[in-house]
């Protein structure tokens, strides 16, 4: 299975707090339904699309570099404001470093022939100005509910040379149609993500200073979104952000964030604390 058009790391910023404890419902699309409601849409042109993209992208480069949380809105929805969002709140709460800007050097879109969903994708190629390097982005754009195209997902995608998606799209520009069917087996693969997540790793950890980690995993797709579209392999490529809640508990005991608020980071208020939450979130693309 393709699962490398690769995951950003990026740590959604959401620390839920709880006297007495705080555990996340699953969430889970039901069989053959989609994360938002079927419209008819019209695509853009391969431009005009690359014009759209390039425009979002310099924008979210100046927000970014200006750590401006107000203009991440108009320009995104879906994960994609949420990982900018709590990337720049992360850095105003000295709780991550900044990261160099990430100028585009071309943009490669990928837009289907027709879409029950209104979303294309593109393959953004960039240069760090701090490293030297050009990595690849995947992004999704979505039109909102007032027409207008937004960024609505971003994932990593490797610095090689080639585009991430060269092997498996076998064309530039323009994708396979997006059907009702296609969104179905999209829904599946991101339920299929979830139960490898929770069946194939590790889901109770112990700290060396005592406290008891509980691990689940989880979608949110009314909140993130899923993307894809079909490949000529047959197969459908799926874009979608997974959730790993990990929930610090000591056994007796408080978990206790001092007055410096070194322990746990500068989002949490000092004082003691049953359980604290923590909800990670990943955004990646796979195949199948």
Not at 82 to 105: F, L, S
């Amino acid at each position: 299975m393709f699962d490398d058009v690769r995951r950003v790391a990026a740590t959604m910023g959401r620390c839920a707090l709880a006297v007495t404890g705080c555990v996340p419902l699953l969430l889970a699309f039901g069989s053959g339904a989609s994360a938002r409601p079927i419209q008819a849409s019209s695509m853009p042109s391969v431009d005009a699309a690359r014009t759209i993209v390039s425009g979002l992208w310099a924008q979210r480069e100046t927000a970014l570099s200006r750590l401006d949380a107000a203009s991440i809105p108009p320009l995104e929805m879906a994960s994609a404001r949420q990982q900018d969002v709590a990337y720049i709140n992360g850095v105003r709460c000295r709780c991550e470093q900044m990261k160099g800007d990430h100028p585009m050097t071309e943009v490669i879109p990928q837009v289907p022939r027709a879409s029950v969903q209104p979303v294309f994708f593109a393959q953004v190629h960039t240069t760090n100005v701090e490293s030297g390097t050009h990595p690849w982005y995947l992004v999704a754009v979505e039109r909102d509910a007032g027409g207008t195209w937004k960024l609505a997902f971003i994932d990593l995608g490797g610095e090689q040379s080639s585009p991430p998606l060269a092997a498996l799209a076998r064309s530039a520009g323009t994708a396979l149609s997006v059907t009702n069917q296609t969104r179905a087996r999209m829904a599946q693969l991101t339920r299929n993500a979830v139960h490898h997540a929770m069946t194939h790793n590790k889901l109770v950890f112990a700290t060396s200073y005592g406290a008891t980690i509980h691990r689940h995993a989880e979608l949110r797709p009314d909140a993130d979104g899923v993307f894809g579209f079909p490949l000529p392999s047959g197969d459908v490529l799926t874009c979608f952000t997974l959730h790993t809640i990990d929930v610090f508990s000591m056994p007796n005991g408080y978990l206790q964030q001092g007055p410096t608020q070194s322990e746990w980071g500068h989002n949490l208020a000092p004082g003691d604390y049953r359980s604290i939450t923590y909800d990670t979130a990943s955004p990646r693309c796979v195949v199948g």
